[in-house]
């Protein structure tokens, strides 16, 4: 599935981004990891205040199972997490959060 997405092939679901990047994606994968599965989404999702390698790091977590969370973008994931009700990496970044080390970016959480 991963293969196609990234060929942009049979991809119904455009997710622009802050920096109006488009990410591809297949509606039902987004659904499939999203506790709020009744979504009816058109063709477009939009997350203005998510940065574009953020969103394309949790859809790859929807395709491949891993998702590396770079230490500066904790938060940011978290609220792209809390948005589309990933309840499972958003408990798993919560449950992260009180042991940052504030003085170290190049740290990486792995799932």
Not at 72 to 99: G, R
Request: net charge neutral.
């Amino acid at each position: 599935m991963n293969q196609l997405r990234k060929k942009g092939i049979d991809c119904d679901l455009d997710i622009i981004c802050k920096e109006g990047v488009v990410v591809k994606c297949h509606k039902n994968l987004l659904r499939f990891h999203c506790e709020h599965r009744k979504w009816s989404f058109d063709e477009k999702l939009v997350i203005s205040e998510v940065a574009s390698h953020v969103v394309k790091d949790v859809v790859e977590y929807f395709y491949l199972g891993r998702l590396r969370v770079e230490q500066k973008d904790l938060v940011e994931t978290l609220k792209l997490c809390e948005k589309l009700h990933c309840t499972k990496i958003t408990a798993e970044l919560e449950a992260y959060l009180p042991s940052v080390n504030p003085c170290g970016s190049a740290d990486w959480i792995k799932f």
